[in-house]
């Protein structure tokens, strides 16, 4: 299979996810909306206005289909400030009144958090466009009255949308959690329908007085001029359709995060040729041609993972092919996103590098640890492919043990580039956490000598830098995280190799056959080696 085969047949498994998703989404709706004719009937309707209702129903969901096919990513994405876009807009001004061309004044990522900022705002378009459509096309099959009064349930409808986009922006719903564990996909749709109610409900509650608030700014022939008893049936009327829409909204980003988020096989049908020559193309290809923090290189680090961890792939054998080209393939696209996690927290600590006599003024700046929080909340954006790259490295060099018939793990060094990568990132992820490393004997280290403090200063080049660590906040829980899947990475190598390693710790070749020789990313060399013989003895947590 070539690569560019390899490649177009893998940018296919996008499209149609992208496409089975509008079509569960249609299948949804339509349900939904029949449901809604079913128990909530007016037989006053003509057949004609029934169908214009539908159909401006079903256009407004896919505005909004659209709307989240623009702003949905597997990991948060910068997005240009406010700033930014008039900085970038008075450039482009001043590049036009003086000649010449813009294109080479605006870099790639500015122009990526420019895209991400236009998708936004066009999102929160899209959430009061289709607001206004769908509650005019459910609402307005119980009001009596002419096209004013839709208008009038449109506003209504528009503010609901509005309220729905910032809170959906706010707390980053667009981002494509996977799951933990992959389950059918008929079951995960059904384990999402009662929160998909219950926060449907929330915010249709939530939307209503703003909705209702805001007809007191529209012209009068807008507005339901009527009695209690009508007005209090307009708003059941109202809240019952906003209600619908909410919830058929909620049912379609839920949809959307089922079918981009199962597991996809990268792997040649069976009968092919390349089952048995190179079954392993494919997903390589994936990995390496597909554009960074796209869905289609997540849907290819997952199943890499899956691959690795478990045995029911049968030729998961042809990693440890007797060149060993493929093995060091994939290794290094899984020490990558590990080496940058690293890269990127070293920035974040060292960018706050300080002599013990500045530490009083650095206590006294507000904003310092706001800019520790926001450099290492960078680092952590994407998450989900650092456990996944960890996992995987160390369920093959963990495997090599029984399944390198060649040796390949061995021979070409890979075997203590993991392990060196793996150590190093775990000391700077336990430096991001505020926790204490120190390269002191081994038997004088115990449960007393770690420590977690509020201030305290770490580099791993031996300068001070200042550390904030706040404990339950969203950077910790991230890091901590990240330390637990690095360490049950490591004592996953270390178990297989638990007597090689011993053997070698008394013979003093510990640091030899395990550790890499030169700086680490993080951390010293004898750091790393201080760390290993922790968890040889299993007392690293």
Sequence with gaps: MSSASSASSAHVVVKKR????????????????????????FPGRIPAASVLSFLAFSLSLHLLSLSLFLLS?????????????????????????IGGTTNGDYSADFRHRVYRTLSKCFFLFICVLSGFLSTAAL????????????????????????????HYLYHKRWILTFPVIQRPFFYSLK???????????????????????????????FRSRRSIGP????LANLYTGVSVISFTWELSTHLLLVVHTRRCHF?????????????????LEALEQSSPRSLLKYLAYLDLCMVSENNVEPWRAAFFEETGETYRRVISLCLRPLEHLTSKLVEGLEGLAVDKSDLFSQQLNPLNGTNVDSNLHVAFNEFQLYSWSARTIAALTSRSYLEDRYGVAQLTGLNIAVLSTLLSTLLAVEACMGKKTSSQAAHLMGPSSIGWVTLKTARHDGANVVTIKKRGGLLHAKAY??????????????????????????SSGLEKNWVALGKPLYGTREAL?????????????
């Design 18 to 41: 992208w496409l089975g998703f509008l079509i569960w989404q249609e299948v949804a709706s339509t349900v939904v909306y029949l449901l809604l004719s079913i128990f909530f009937p």
């Design 267 to 283: 792997a040649p049908s069976r009968g092919s040729a390349a089952v048995e020559t190179n079954p392993s193309e494919e997903l």
């Design 139 to 166: 609402c307005g099959r119980a009001e009596p009255g002419g096209g004013m009064k839709l208008v009038g349930l449109g506003i209504n409808g528009a503010m609901f949308g509005l309220v729905y986009g910032v």
């Design 191 to 221: 384990m999402g329908l009662y929160s998909s109610l219950r926060e449907a409900l929330k915010l249709s509650t939530l939307a209503l007085i703003p909705s209702l608030l805001v007809t007191l700014f529209v012209p009068d022939q």
């Design 73 to 97: 990513s597997p990991c948060p994405e910068p997005s240009a400030s406010i700033a930014d876009l008039v900085a970038g807009l008075l450039r482009a001004c001043l590049r036009a009144v």
């Design 481 to 506: 995280s990240m330390a637990d899947i690095l360490r049950t990475s490591i004592y996953q190598i270390v178990s297989v190799f638990h007597a090689e390693m011993q053997a070698a710790a008394k």
């Design 231 to 234: 007005f209090i049936l307009y």
């Design 529 to 541: 080696i201080h760390k290993l013989l922790q968890f040889l003895e299993y007392r690293a947590y």
